[in-house]
């Protein structure tokens, strides 16, 4: 449950390599690349949701 489908996954490798490729990507077209927390971002378990249709 949680966030994960906002994440590249849950292997640190896997992660760092994505994302190096995203921002790469980005950068080839002239777009301003900044790295965020967003690789590790996600809801502790139980947390539930703020969202009341989900």
Do not use: C, N
Request: a positive charge; charged letters at 25%; proline letters at 4%.
């Amino acid at each position: 449950m949680g966030r994960v489908e906002e994440t590249y996954g849950e292997d640190p490798y896997l992660v760092a390599s994505l994302g190096v490729s995203y921002i790469k990507g980005l950068q080839r077209e002239r777009v301003v690349a900044t790295a965020k927390h967003f690789a590790a971002h996600g809801v502790p378990e139980g947390a539930g949701t703020r969202h009341k249709y989900m």
